[in-house]
């Protein structure tokens, strides 16, 4: 009975993730200009346009340094939680799934006052609004708390005799970290990266409020295709593309799990 209402849940939860996904595909092959049923019109357009694909890349990019980032920043993060534990392992651990659940626009619009009253009393580059490092700042604040939480659980996978034999030898937090943590829990790690940037190649709020005008994320270009009367079919591909590539990552991994095994 057990088995069968997994398998169905399974199912439920693959029809609510490809009926959308379906869609999606569907609308691609529509023609922008209506004088055919089913037309590649829009996806030769992307694939050729330098526009589509600097927004594409950008993304990419962007994704990388904040899952890059938020990762390296994470770190002590994990460690207090899964490491050090008792009280300031608890503390942590509620503040960070306090700001994960946070509320995105209450804290996206927390950061455009920050930067701006910052750069008004001249403490930052005026440089600094409507910037890369914005966004960054922004997309780090977003995902820190998921990638802490997520390699906490994969620092604590390392076996408890491990870390204490290490501790017993004098091994100091960094050493315990670099030697043992790191080197057990890699592929957790990477499954962790590459989540972050799943996530944060399609954000959509963080380029649209704090990002510059001088270069459009793959986002931004959706939002503007589909503000047009004929854009629906050409921000389908592109909403197709962006998921392939921020997936590229988590489909690496599962093929290279099934080339271990």
């Given at each position: 009975?057990?088995?069968?209402?997994?398998y169905l849940?399974?199912?439920a939860q693959?029809g609510?993730?490809g009926?959308?996904?379906?869609?999606?595909?569907?609308m691609?092959?529509?023609?922008?200009?209506?004088?055919a049923?089913?037309?590649?019109?829009?996806?030769?357009t992307i694939?050729?346009?330098?526009?589509?694909?600097?927004?594409?890349?950008?993304?990419?990019?962007l994704?990388?340094l904040i899952a890059?980032?938020s990762?390296?920043?994470?770190?002590?993060?994990?460690y207090?939680?899964?490491?050090r534990?008792?009280?300031?392992?608890?503390?942590?651990l509620?503040?960070?799934l306090m700001?994960?659940?946070l509320d995105p626009g209450?804290?996206?619009?927390g950061?455009?006052q920050?930067?701006?009253?910052t750069?008004l009393?001249?403490?930052m580059p005026d440089?600094?609004?409507?910037?890369?490092?914005?966004?960054?700042?922004?997309?780090i604040h977003?995902?820190?708390p998921?990638a802490?939480?997520l390699?906490?659980?994969?620092?604590?996978?390392?076996?408890?005799?491990?870390v204490?034999?290490?501790r017993e030898?004098g091994?100091?937090?960094?050493?315990?970290?670099?030697r043992?943590?790191?080197p057990?829990?890699?592929?957790?790690?990477?499954?962790v990266l590459a989540i972050?940037?799943?996530?944060?190649?399609?954000?959509f709020?963080e380029?649209?409020?704090?990002g510059s005008?001088?270069?459009?994320q793959?986002?931004e270009?959706?939002q503007?295709?589909?503000?047009?009367?004929?854009?629906?079919?050409?921000a389908?591909?592109m909403?197709i593309?962006?998921l392939l590539?921020a997936t590229f990552?988590?489909?690496?991994l599962?093929?290279?799990?099934?080339?271990r095994?």
């Amino acid at each position: 009975m057990g088995s069968a209402l997994a398998y169905l849940g399974a199912a439920a939860q693959i029809g609510v993730i490809g009926a959308p996904l379906g869609l999606v595909i569907w609308m691609s092959l529509q023609d922008p200009r209506g004088q055919a049923d089913w037309s590649l019109a829009s996806w030769r357009t992307i694939l050729v346009s330098q526009e589509a694909g600097f927004a594409l890349a950008y993304s990419a990019v962007l994704g990388a340094l904040i899952a890059a980032l938020s990762t390296l920043l994470a770190i002590p993060f994990a460690y207090l939680i899964a490491v050090r534990r008792g009280r300031a392992g608890r503390f942590a651990l509620a503040f960070l799934l306090m700001s994960w659940f946070l509320d995105p626009g209450l804290r996206i619009l927390g950061w455009m006052q920050v930067i701006k009253t910052t750069t008004l009393f001249r403490l930052m580059p005026d440089a600094l609004q409507g910037s890369l490092a914005a966004e960054l700042v922004a997309g780090i604040h977003a995902w820190l708390p998921a990638a802490a939480i997520l390699l906490a659980i994969g620092f604590a996978r390392v076996p408890a005799e491990f870390v204490a034999a290490a501790r017993e030898c004098g091994a100091s937090s960094i050493s315990l970290m670099r030697r043992i943590l790191w080197p057990q829990s890699q592929p957790w790690s990477s499954l962790v990266l590459a989540i972050v940037f799943c996530g944060a190649t399609g954000n959509f709020l963080e380029p649209r409020l704090l990002g510059s005008g001088m270069f459009e994320q793959a986002t931004e270009w959706l939002q503007r295709a589909m503000e047009s009367e004929v854009g629906w079919p050409y921000a389908s591909t592109m909403l197709i593309l962006l998921l392939l590539a921020a997936t590229f990552p988590l489909l690496l991994l599962v093929l290279s799990a099934r080339r271990r095994s």
